[in-house]
């Protein structure tokens, strides 16, 4: 079902379904909602240190709120794209633990359901505009009111590994097998006359006199 969403390109490199219990009253009204209107999947972007409150607790309107942390451009709502392209844009990269398995750095993007509900706003929606949300709003956008109306479905996971190990590893083979040959070189030119013609004729004119070779 995500590959069948997602298409060509932005393949995550970890997928997590989120379950929810069925007999609760949020999973029953939804589930009437989505019998009643019918559901569109989208995609919500949001710093990665928030996934584990909203994997929690849902997505919720905080607009106009304290835990607005972004301006609501179009209106108050959450905010989600059809295109994974731009929920990717919402979701800023976050250093991992450095022994983590995951790799050196994450970013997540939610994969969500929404209710094709009346509220729920897209382009060139009159009721949005008399709700007072703007226009403008763009072509793949949903601005949802009601978090009731939306549930995350899936963590899409995308991971960085830093390229750095191997080449470092590469270049101190590279220096050691240098210096193996420096050392090479050296055993020998001590046994040759040259080598010990420049050597005491370096020593004479550079060396304090008694720190000959």
């Not at 995550?12 to 999973?27: F, G, I």
């Not at 989600?80 to 929920?87: C, F, Y």
């Not at 939610?110 to 009159?126: A, F, K, L, S, W």
Request: hydrophobic share 35%; net charge positive; proline share 5%.
């Amino acid at each position: 079902e995500v590959d069948k969403q997602l298409g060509v390109g932005f393949k995550p490199d970890h997928v997590y379904a989120l379950e929810y219990p069925p007999n609760t009253t949020a999973s029953e009204r939804f589930t009437e909602l989505k019998k009643l209107y019918g559901t569109t999947v989208a995609f919500h972007g949001s710093p990665s240190e928030n996934w584990y409150c909203i994997s929690n607790s849902g997505l919720r309107n905080v607009s106009g709120t304290k835990k607005q942390k972004t301006g609501a451009v179009f209106g108050n709502g959450i905010y989600l794209s059809m295109s994974l392209r731009v929920a990717c844009d919402f979701s800023r990269t976050t250093p991992c633990w450095s022994k983590s398995k995951l790799g050196n750095s994450v970013r997540i993007v939610g994969m969500c359901e929404v209710i094709n509900h009346p509220d729920v706003c897209r382009q060139d929606d009159e009721q949005g505009t008399q709700r007072g949300l703007t226009s403008e709003i763009p072509a793949t956008y949903l601005i949802v009111p009601n978090g009731e109306h939306v549930r995350v479905q899936y963590l899409l996971m995308y991971t960085e590994r830093q390229k750095q190990s191997g080449q470092s590893k590469l270049t101190w083979v590279v220096l050691a097998y240098f210096l193996i040959l420096l050392a090479i070189v050296m055993f020998r030119a001590e046994n040759s006359p040259t080598f010990a013609f420049y050597t005491r004729k370096f020593s004479r004119k550079f060396l304090p006199r008694g720190w000959g070779f």
